[in-house]
C-alpha cells in the first residue's frame, strides 16, 4: 500500500532523496508499507528522535503520543509530522 509521508522543518533532513525508486518532492515522499503498518513503525524506519516528532497527523487529524504504535495506516493516507516550534 502506498501513504505521503511528510517531514516539517529539520525534520525534513530525514528524507532521502530517493526511495523504491521514487523520487523526493520537497519535504515530502510516497511510501510503499506493509498493510498493517503503524505510525510509530513508520518513525521508527527513519530513525525520527523521539523528542523532535511533535505534532503528528494523519489526514489533518492529530494522533495522541499514546496512540501512535496503535494507529494504522490505511492505502492513500498522508503522514505529516512537525517538531516542537518555538518562537514569540
Same mark, same amino acid.
Given at each position: 500500500?502506498? @501513504? *505521503?509521508?511528510?517531514?516539517? =522543518?529539520? %525534520?525534513?533532513? !530525514?528524507?532521502?532523496?530517493? %526511495? ?8 515530502? @515522499?510516497? %511510501?510503499?508499507?506493509?498493510?498493517? *503498518? ?15 516528532? !511533535? %505534532? ?10 499514546? =496512540? ?5 495506516? *490505511?492505502?492513500?493516507? *498522508? ?5 516542537? @516550534?518555538?518562537?514569540?
Amino acid at each position: 500500500m502506498r @501513504i *505521503t509521508f511528510k517531514l516539517f =522543518a529539520m %525534520l525534513s533532513d !530525514h528524507l532521502p532523496d530517493e %526511495l523504491d525508486g521514487r523520487r523526493r518532492q520537497g519535504n515530502q @515522499i510516497e %511510501l510503499e508499507v506493509p498493510e498493517g *503498518t503503524t505510525v510509530q513503525q513508520v518513525v521508527d524506519r527513519f530513525n525520527l528522535p523521539g523528542k523532535l516528532v !511533535h %505534532l503528528v497527523l494523519v489526514d489533518g487529524r492529530y494522533v495522541e503520543k499514546d =496512540a501512535r504504535a496503535a494507529r494504522v495506516l *490505511t492505502d492513500g493516507e *498522508t503522514l505529516a509530522i512537525w517538531p516542537p @516550534i518555538a518562537g514569540g
